[in-house]
């Protein structure tokens, strides 16, 4: 096995190890042999629960907003030919919480917020769309990410408008949701975001060819035979869905889209589809992690898992810089 | 190969047209490259080439068919167009780079490996860049950088290959050698079509030129027809000669100095020598 | 439920027209997004604790049917320091098996083992505490928790006690719950006695205009959804916010200096601040050194010692009224 290989193994194994971690440890201690048997549906009813409605969700859900977050670094790092790109760019992390907070506020049930959420991050990202068309040099990544900052900015004061006056429910509720959390997870919700995530994912993985040529500038893709602008948009819109669904699901967990497209590419992947692929188990190895750390760290209390992966991805980010020659 | 008939393009916004009236042609089996001032139109032409600026009129034709009856990928199988920069943000190995330029051959038909490594071999023995290939293209050197980049557009596989300012940023020793490696693709039957800004050079490789001026045609010929003082005093709007060295047998430009300037009053300081 | 009301608002959005392929797309994805959302919150928990033949005792503040239990739960959750004050006053102490770590009233509450956070509980730790019953704060970031309980077939029992009567609810559901209801009565009864004779002692009293901040910055008040408006009321005084509906409102300090209040009644950190800041000068109370700190220890909990809270307060409007 090449050594590029056996890194790449040696990342799918750290993966399945912490998943299984994720799901013998937490607030309750339980031996080895009780959550093997919760596993299999013996033993203590409290005990299963614990394990299979509880933690066997919350991890599944951990995989997949880690790897959704991973390929959408991914792509828009590749599209936009900038190694600071992440997933919430586009405005998707502003409009989700404007969406978030205006359902909290408005006591919506806790099945709407979600879907508050995704359409407030759709809408943030037509928006985006729509102002980048307006100024000249549509195609300009720069452009479109100027847009993003504005939609974000926006949004940002929209969600400091709904909150100065509301109760403190509400303003409790809203920084609950922006901080991140899988502990809500239900096999519902894994579901869905499965489906994104896995579709998605398979079509930037499909134009993973693409974002390699668009790398190279707009001139030199045309010279390609490719449909620049055209291309470039498609994986923007998918991108951003995949990380609206995220959000969605699980809140504002940042840090993981920005910094694990860069540890995938230091471990040696080449092309975008390699980029892609590995972005998706890096990045679900990471939030698994985090969430794990989260739970333990200080139980019974948990920590907001969009501080862990910051804290765990910070010093993995200035490693990075300092290896930039 | 490729053929400009009275084509005009107008940038949206402009006043007047940054080509007019231009019709040009690079054949196969020879240098063609176009020449100017900065700003008469010689980019435009490229960027025409690459579909990025739509014509007010005319047409450009690819063997004989209207570049837009034909997809994109289609006239990137024919044509290789080598941009005046590319900066990559994250630099691949020379190896990878290079099967990008395979891209439009992508889903043809599926005996396409066998294909694309050939072409690969072909076109790295052509550019002579076996050595560099494990390499990522951010520790090329600027010379090395340009000959990776021909190899790239040798590796689409097309008949024509186009090259925007080519030899820019490069010394004397590396532009050179890219001449040469473009004069023997041309030799071997390709059609080398270059836009430059380089004229001595272009006079001594190049078998057709063509003088651009304020986006119309100036002169067009070999480089003894269009190398003529009068003519490129007026299109440069700068004096200067064209000698003939008999050690290269091609027409050369030297600029003469100019009108002399009011010079600024030189205080000697003591740290001077 | 969310569906129809989902789908309502969803239709007509796809019905409008739509400019470019890429607008429908988008709106497509949008629609396909909302549904699963909206099935997954419109389905009931597979599991429903077999109760139905128990006599209802309520619904409570999450909608959900309290019954009575067969059996007295033994181990109960309460998340909440109000309802963890109620258990104990209603004798059922011993059977607390966890509290929240705001819980710490009575003293004895200390000695219960502590489940971490009130709001967004645990709920692993919750399960393993192996409770019967589980007492929670009705907001909404308790629904997901609630239902992950009632989930795995524990009765949850969820009260947002804002008023004086909400306390009165939730004492006389907890004791039909606990098996106790003659006991709960008592604890109403003596609640509602104590409120009786500070109302008469102070109901022919000139009434004291009183502000009770408690925040300020941005100046919070206590409004006329709180239990505290009442007791204020209860106390011989008027709460100048006795307009607004919300139980703490956000205020700006011009608008209490407008309202000109006598005396201004606070937490003593409250106080503190207060005094210190001279932007408080403005109020007439202040200048009259008419700024008065609570008894933290039995004002501002909407429990068994709202009774004592009234007593506290009429003491500082009215010196001398209950001796």
């Given at each position: 096995?090449t050594?590029?290989?056996?890194?790449?193994?040696a990342?799918l194994g750290?993966?399945v190890?912490?998943?299984?971690?994720?799901?013998?440890?937490?607030?309750?201690?339980?031996s080895p042999?009780?959550?093997?048997?919760?596993?299999l549906?013996?033993g203590d009813?409290?005990?299963i629960t614990?394990?299979?409605?509880?933690?066997m969700?919350?991890?599944?859900?951990a995989v997949?907003l880690g790897?959704?977050?991973?390929?959408s670094g991914?792509s828009?790092?590749?599209?936009?030919r900038n190694?600071?790109?992440?997933?919430?760019?586009?405005?998707?992390?502003?409009?989700a919480?404007?969406?978030?907070v205006?359902?909290v506020?408005l006591?919506a049930?806790?099945?709407?917020v979600?879907?508050a959420?995704?359409?407030?991050?759709i809408?943030?990202?037509?928006v985006a769309?729509l102002?980048?068309q307006?100024?000249?040099?549509?195609?300009?990544?720069?452009v479109?990410?100027m847009a993003?900052?504005?939609?974000?900015?926006?949004a940002?004061a929209a969600?400091?408008l709904l909150l100065?006056?509301?109760?403190a429910d509400t303003?409790?509720?809203?920084?609950?949701?922006?901080m991140?959390?899988?502990?809500?997870?239900?096999w519902?919700?894994v579901?869905?975001?499965?489906l994104?995530?896995?579709?998605?994912?398979g079509?930037?993985v499909?134009w993973?060819?693409?974002?390699?040529?668009?790398?190279?500038?707009e001139?030199a893709a045309a010279?390609?035979?490719?449909?620049?602008?055209?291309a470039a948009r498609?994986?923007?819109?998918v991108?951003?869905?995949?990380?609206a669904?995220?959000?969605?699901?699980?809140g504002l967990?940042?840090?993981?889209g920005?910094?694990?497209?860069?540890i995938?590419?230091?471990?040696?992947a080449?092309?975008?589809?390699?980029?892609?692929?590995?972005s998706?188990?890096?990045?679900?190895?990471?939030?698994v992690?985090a969430?794990?750390?989260?739970?333990v760290?200080?139980p019974?209390?948990?920590?907001p898992?969009?501080a862990v992966?910051?804290?765990?991805?910070?010093p993995?980010?200035?490693v990075?810089?300092r290896r930039?020659r | 190969?490729?053929?400009?008939?009275?084509v005009?393009v107008?940038?949206?916004?402009a006043?007047?047209d940054?080509?007019h009236?231009?019709?040009?042609?690079?054949r196969r089996?020879?240098?063609t490259?176009?020449?100017?001032?900065?700003?008469?139109g010689?980019?435009?032409?490229?960027?025409?080439?690459?579909?990025?600026?739509?014509?007010v009129s005319?047409r450009v034709?690819?063997?004989?068919?209207?570049?837009r009856?034909?997809?994109?990928t289609d006239?990137?199988?024919?044509v290789?167009?080598v941009?005046?920069?590319e900066?990559l943000?994250?630099?691949p190995p020379v190896?990878?780079?290079?099967?990008?330029?395979?891209?439009?051959?992508?889903?043809a038909?599926r005996?396409?490996a066998?294909a694309?490594?050939d072409?690969?071999?072909r076109?790295v023995a052509?550019?002579a860049?076996?050595?560099?290939?494990?390499r990522?293209?951010?520790t090329?050197?600027?010379g090395?950088?340009?000959?990776?980049r021909i190899?790239?557009a040798l590796v689409?596989?097309?008949?024509?290959?186009v090259l925007d300012?080519?030899?820019?940023?490069?010394d004397?020793a590396?532009e050179m050698?890219?001449?040469?490696?473009?004069?023997q693709?041309a030799?071997?039957?390709?059609?080398?079509?270059?836009v430059s800004?380089q004229?001595?050079?272009?006079a001594?490789?190049?078998?057709?030129?063509?003088l651009?001026?304020?986006?119309?045609?100036?002169a067009?010929?070999t480089p003894?027809d269009?190398m003529r003082?009068?003519?490129?005093e007026?299109?440069?709007g700068?004096?200067l000669?064209?000698?003939?060295?008999?050690a290269?047998?091609?027409?050369a430009?030297?600029?003469?100095?100019?009108?002399p300037?009011?010079?600024?009053?030189?205080?000697?300081?003591p740290s001077d020598? | 439920?969310?569906a129809?009301?989902?789908?309502?608002?969803v239709?007509?959005?796809?019905r409008?027209?739509c400019?470019?392929?890429?607008?429908l797309?988008?709106r497509?994805?949008?629609?396909l997004?909302?549904?699963?959302?909206?099935?997954?919150?419109?389905?009931?928990?597979?599991h429903q604790?077999a109760?139905?033949?128990?006599?209802?005792?309520?619904?409570?503040?999450f909608?959900?049917?309290?019954?009575?239990?067969?059996v007295p739960p033994?181990?109960?959750v309460?998340?909440?320091?109000?309802?963890t004050?109620?258990v104990?006053?209603?004798?059922?102490?011993?059977?607390?098996?966890?509290?929240s770590?705001?819980?710490?009233?009575p003293?004895?509450?200390?000695?219960v083992?502590?489940?971490?956070?009130?709001?967004r509980?645990?709920v692993e730790?919750?399960?393993?505490?192996?409770?019967?019953?589980v007492?929670?704060?009705?907001?909404?970031?308790?629904?997901?928790?609630a239902?992950r309980?009632?989930?795995?077939g524990?009765?949850?029992?969820?009260?947002?006690?804002?008023?004086?009567?909400?306390?009165?609810?939730?004492?006389?559901?907890l004791g039909?719950?606990?098996?106790?209801?003659?006991?709960a009565?008592?604890?109403?009864d003596s609640?509602?006695r104590?409120l009786?004779?500070?109302?008469a002692?102070?109901?022919s009293l000139?009434?004291?205009?009183?502000?009770?901040?408690t925040w300020?910055n941005?100046?919070i008040?206590?409004?006329?959804g709180s239990?505290?408006d009442?007791l204020?009321?209860?106390?011989g005084?008027?709460n100048?916010y006795?307009?607004?509906?919300?139980?703490?409102?956000?205020?700006?300090?011009?608008?209490?200096v407008?309202?000109d209040p006598d005396v201004?009644?606070?937490s003593?950190?409250?106080?503190?601040r207060?005094?210190?800041?001279?932007?408080?000068?403005?109020?007439r109370?202040?200048r009259a050194?008419?700024v008065?700190?609570?008894?933290?220890t039995?004002?501002?909990?909407?429990?068994?010692?709202?009774g004592?809270?009234?007593?506290s307060?009429?003491?500082?409007l009215?010196p001398?009224?209950?001796?």
């Amino acid at each position: 096995m090449t050594r590029r290989a056996g890194r790449w193994a040696a990342a799918l194994g750290v993966l399945v190890v912490l998943m299984l971690l994720s799901v013998a440890l937490g607030a309750v201690r339980l031996s080895p042999a009780d959550t093997v048997r919760a596993l299999l549906g013996r033993g203590d009813p409290t005990v299963i629960t614990i394990v299979r409605v509880l933690r066997m969700p919350r991890m599944a859900l951990a995989v997949l907003l880690g790897a959704g977050l991973g390929i959408s670094g991914a792509s828009l790092q590749g599209v936009m030919r900038n190694p600071l790109a992440e997933p919430y760019l586009l405005g998707v992390s502003g409009g989700a919480a404007v969406g978030a907070v205006i359902a909290v506020s408005l006591g919506a049930a806790a099945g709407l917020v979600p879907i508050a959420a995704f359409l407030g991050a759709i809408a943030a990202v037509s928006v985006a769309f729509l102002v980048a068309q307006a100024a000249p040099g549509r195609g300009d990544s720069r452009v479109l990410l100027m847009a993003g900052v504005i939609v974000g900015a926006f949004a940002n004061a929209a969600i400091m408008l709904l909150l100065a006056n509301a109760d403190a429910d509400t303003v409790r509720g809203a920084l609950w949701w922006m901080m991140g959390s899988v502990g809500d997870a239900a096999w519902g919700q894994v579901g869905w975001l499965a489906l994104y995530v896995s579709v998605g994912g398979g079509l930037l993985v499909a134009w993973a060819r693409e974002i390699d040529i668009l790398a190279l500038g707009e001139d030199a893709a045309a010279g390609l035979g490719l449909d620049a602008d055209r291309a470039a948009r498609r994986v923007y819109l998918v991108a951003s869905l995949v990380a609206a669904a995220t959000v969605a699901a699980a809140g504002l967990v940042g840090f993981v889209g920005l910094v694990v497209p860069h540890i995938a590419r230091r471990m040696g992947a080449g092309g975008h589809r390699a980029v892609i692929l590995g972005s998706a188990v890096i990045g679900a190895a990471l939030v698994v992690a985090a969430d794990l750390i989260a739970r333990v760290a200080l139980p019974p209390a948990e920590l907001p898992l969009g501080a862990v992966t910051a804290i765990i991805g910070v010093p993995f980010f200035l490693v990075q810089l300092r290896r930039l020659r | 190969m490729i053929a400009f008939e009275r084509v005009v393009v107008r940038y949206r916004g402009a006043d007047r047209d940054a080509v007019h009236d231009v019709s040009l042609e690079a054949r196969r089996g020879r240098m063609t490259a176009i020449v100017g001032p900065n700003g008469s139109g010689k980019s435009t032409l490229v960027r025409v080439l690459l579909g990025r600026q739509p014509l007010v009129s005319g047409r450009v034709l690819l063997d004989d068919r209207d570049l837009r009856t034909l997809s994109r990928t289609d006239v990137a199988r024919r044509v290789a167009v080598v941009t005046q920069r590319e900066e990559l943000a994250f630099p691949p190995p020379v190896r990878e780079y290079l099967a990008l330029g395979r891209f439009p051959h992508r889903g043809a038909r599926r005996a396409g490996a066998a294909a694309d490594r050939d072409a690969m071999e072909r076109a790295v023995a052509l550019a002579a860049v076996r050595p560099l290939l494990d390499r990522t293209v951010d520790t090329l050197s600027g010379g090395e950088w340009q000959r990776v980049r021909i190899a790239r557009a040798l590796v689409q596989g097309g008949d024509a290959l186009v090259l925007d300012e080519p030899t820019t940023y490069l010394d004397i020793a590396h532009e050179m050698e890219a001449f040469e490696l473009l004069a023997q693709l041309a030799h071997d039957g390709m059609a080398v079509l270059l836009v430059s800004h380089q004229l001595n050079l272009v006079a001594r490789f190049a078998q057709h030129l063509v003088l651009l001026h304020g986006g119309r045609v100036a002169a067009s010929g070999t480089p003894d027809d269009v190398m003529r003082g009068e003519v490129l005093e007026r299109v440069y709007g700068w004096p200067l000669v064209v000698t003939r060295d008999p050690a290269v047998g091609a027409p050369a430009l030297v600029p003469l100095r100019g009108r002399p300037r009011a010079a600024p009053p030189y205080t000697h300081r003591p740290s001077d020598p | 439920m969310a569906a129809p009301v989902a789908r309502r608002a969803v239709v007509p959005a796809l019905r409008t027209s739509c400019p470019n392929q890429g607008c429908l797309f988008l709106r497509l994805r949008a629609a396909l997004a909302v549904a699963p959302f909206v099935f997954a919150a419109c389905s009931r928990p597979a599991h429903q604790p077999a109760r139905a033949h128990a006599p209802v005792i309520d619904v409570d503040d999450f909608g959900d049917t309290l019954r009575a239990p067969a059996v007295p739960p033994a181990r109960i959750v309460s998340l909440n320091p109000t309802t963890t004050e109620i258990v104990f006053a209603i004798g059922a102490g011993a059977r607390l098996a966890g509290r929240s770590q705001w819980d710490s009233w009575p003293d004895s509450a200390r000695r219960v083992p502590s489940l971490g956070a009130a709001v967004r509980p645990n709920v692993e730790a919750v399960l393993a505490a192996r409770p019967d019953l589980v007492l929670l704060y009705a907001s909404a970031d308790d629904r997901p928790a609630a239902a992950r309980l009632r989930q795995a077939g524990i009765p949850v029992a969820a009260w947002r006690i804002d008023r004086i009567d909400d306390f009165r609810r939730a004492v006389r559901d907890l004791g039909a719950l606990l098996g106790d209801s003659a006991r709960a009565a008592t604890v109403v009864d003596s609640v509602d006695r104590t409120l009786a004779r500070v109302r008469a002692a102070t109901a022919s009293l000139p009434r004291v205009s009183v502000f009770m901040p408690t925040w300020e910055n941005p100046v919070i008040a206590i409004g006329g959804g709180s239990f505290l408006d009442e007791l204020i009321t209860i106390a011989g005084g008027r709460n100048i916010y006795a307009d607004l509906a919300a139980p703490s409102p956000t205020v700006a300090l011009e608008d209490v200096v407008r309202r000109d209040p006598d005396v201004v009644i606070t937490s003593p950190d409250g106080r503190a601040r207060i005094l210190a800041d001279p932007l408080w000068r403005g109020l007439r109370a202040v200048r009259a050194g008419r700024v008065y700190a609570y008894d933290t220890t039995v004002v501002g909990r909407p429990s068994v010692v709202l009774g004592a809270a009234a007593v506290s307060i009429a003491r500082l409007l009215h010196p001398g009224i209950l001796p």
